[in-house]
């Protein structure tokens, strides 16, 4: 009973928490898994863990011109070591090519009473990597492999109703203008589809620069009082498309993203309970789609 209650509550740390650094651990067979965590930021590489994907964007991270990174993604462990032991890992390569986009060692190594390791990643900013459209990085999976130092008996996590694999996690690599940190983690609900033309508009209309949406530094978001600000910057930004939406159809924003609203710049706004509202942006049924508009399904 003892153990499953360790057990039990080492996965509410995991959760729960943003950081597992401190996770229980119990004395049974050690195993690994993959953490998620809403965000981790190292020093000398800040990348971003949402769910079951890892994203390492030279643009985002004014990392542009850099030949390649290295970045390191986290690995957790359960039960006790008290020795080096190493771990083994495959490689699904989705898009890209290994050796040419990516290059990762299959041998990595927890230390003896350490309950985190790292894998390395050099992600290689190739000069076909800017020309790749915005939602096809290059991709692939690391899977985590059981051998006789460890096992892979970590539970599957729960993400409303999709269940995240702890033995795996998605990592993708891009060197253009792609959904940041700040608006996939907290503005997503609110702001909805991501285009360039409405994060231009953002930016442009609150004075903003790509970094201040997340992932330039070790802490986040450069612009601490925006992302704190983040709820009312989003309601000012409802009530100028919304007053343009008034104005008539030949006066809304366009945005001839495929996602848009008919070519119509629109928010789906934010209403769930205990999240301060932002006004949604909601285009008449009535207006006819902007000429040239092309939408998701090419009509």
């Known amino acids: 009973m003892k153990k499953h209650i360790l057990i039990f509550a080492s996965l509410l740390l995991i959760a729960f928490s943003c950081s597992e650094d401190n996770i229980m651990t119990y004395d049974g067979e050690p195993f690994i898994y993959f953490p998620y965590t809403f965000s981790i930021y190292q020093p000398d590489a800040p ?37 080096e032991k190493d771990f083994l890992i495959d490689i699904e390569v989705l898009s890209g090519a290994e050796g040419v986009d990516f290059e990762i060692e299959r041998r990595h190594t927890f230390l003896a009473n350490s309950n985190s390791a790292t894998i390395a990643v050099r992600a290689i900013n190739t000069p076909q990597l800017p020309a790749r459209p915005y939602n096809d990085p290059v991709k692939f999976i690391i899977h985590l492999r059981e051998n006789r130092n460890f096992t892979l008996n970590m539970p599957e996590a729960q993400k409303g109703r999709e269940t995240l694999s702890r033995t795996q996690i998605s990592v993708e690599i891009a060197n253009t203008l792609a959904e940041p940190w700040l608006w996939a983690m907290m503005g997503r ?63 809304a924003v366009k945005d001839m993203s495929p996602l848009s609203d ?38």
């Open 189 to 251: 609900a609110a702001l909805g589809y991501f285009s360039a033309a409405k994060f231009d508009l953002i930016n442009e209309l609150f004075g903003l620069a790509v970094d201040d949406w997340g992932g330039s530094n070790t802490t986040g978001p450069s612009n601490p009082s925006f992302s704190g600000n983040l709820n009312g910057a989003m309601n000012a930004f409802a009530s100028y498309l919304n007053e343009r939406i008034a104005l008539g159809p030949e006066y």
């Open 262 to 299: 008919r070519g119509y710049m629109n928010m789906p706004g934010e209403t769930r309970p205990m999240v301060a509202a932002v006004t949604p942006v909601v285009i008449p049924t009535e207006w006819p789609a902007v000429p040239g508009w092309v939408g998701p399904s090419g009509n």
């Open 47 to 83: 990348f971003v863990v949402q769910d079951s994907v890892v994203s390492y964007n030279f643009f985002i991270l004014n990392n542009a011109s850099a030949d390649y990174a290295w970045f390191d993604v986290p690995v957790r462990r359960g039960g006790r070591i008290d020795a």
